[in-house]
């Protein structure tokens, strides 16, 4: 199985300001035919399913706020809100759909400051 | 607008058979992957398999021998059977679709069912 793995597991910051969160997959999720990453990050807010807000491991979900950003580098993945709202607290969990069975990381819960 | 939903039993008693059913409704079951995943308390999530709308399954290896995802599509609903359950089976289920015919990311869930495996 792929191995999925966030860090932090928890931050905390200010409003405002930026919040970086980390995943990292213990091997290739690229996909050479359609140079793609298949990696998705999803928002879970307390008593509610996952959120989608980001897959191919940088394409925004239709409807999502551009404050939140995915990028990639090789099997690092990272998910940026560029101005923490206080309607963004929640856990975030990434995502592979690369190779069954589908995993997800941990989560990094996020925090204000 | 399409939407999912869980049915079935909260609690179930130590080796029986956890049946769940999720309904949907502003699309058609004749596309897609349609998936059950859980949560464990304080875990994370932990895909169970899905049902292509052409009737192939997957499943996760770790429950492979227990588990059965079945697609009614005269009904637009699909269905998890989980056998033999252990308190490691309590969880809160999500039934969720594809995003597309090809890709298994998830914008579609249901609101989630808890289930609590207990005597």
């Known amino acids: 199985d792929i191995v999925m793995t966030q860090s932090p597991d928890s931050l905390a910051v200010s409003l405002g300001e930026r919040a970086t969160i980390s995943c990292k997959s213990s091997q290739s999720v690229f996909k050479g035919s359609n140079h793609k990453n298949y990696v998705a990050w999803y928002q879970q807010k307390a008593g509610q399913p996952p959120h989608l807000l980001i897959y191919?491991?940088?394409t925004r979900q239709s409807g999502v706020p551009d404050r939140f950003s995915g990028s990639e580098s090789g099997t690092d993945f990272t998910l940026t809100i560029s101005s923490l709202q206080a309607e963004d607290v929640a856990v975030y969990y990434c995502?592979?759909?690369?190779?069954?069975?589908?995993?997800f990381g941990q989560g990094t819960r996020v925090e204000i400051k | 607008q399409v939407q999912l939903q869980e049915s079935g039993p909260g609690l179930v008693k130590p080796s029986e058979t956890l049946s769940l059913t999720c309904t949907v409704s502003?699309?058609?079951?004749?596309?897609?992957?349609w998936s059950w995943i859980r949560q464990p308390p304080g875990k994370r999530l932990e895909w169970i398999g899905y049902?292509?709308?052409?009737?192939?399954?997957s499943y996760n290896p770790s429950l492979k021998s227990r588990v059965t995802i079945s697609l009614d599509k005269s009904k637009n609903q699909f269905s998890l059977e989980l056998t033999s359950v252990t308190a490691a089976d309590t969880a809160v289920y999500y039934c969720?679709?594809?995003?597309?015919?090809?890709?298994?990311?998830?914008?579609?869930w249901g609101q989630g069912t808890p289930v609590t495996v207990s005597s």
């Open positions: 995502h592979q759909y690369y190779s069954r069975p589908y995993t």
């Open positions: 191919w491991a940088s």
């Open positions: 049902i292509y709308y052409s009737g192939s399954t």
């Open positions: 969720a679709r594809s995003q597309d015919d090809s890709s298994v990311f998830y914008y579609y």
């Open positions: 502003g699309a058609s079951t004749n596309s897609y992957f």
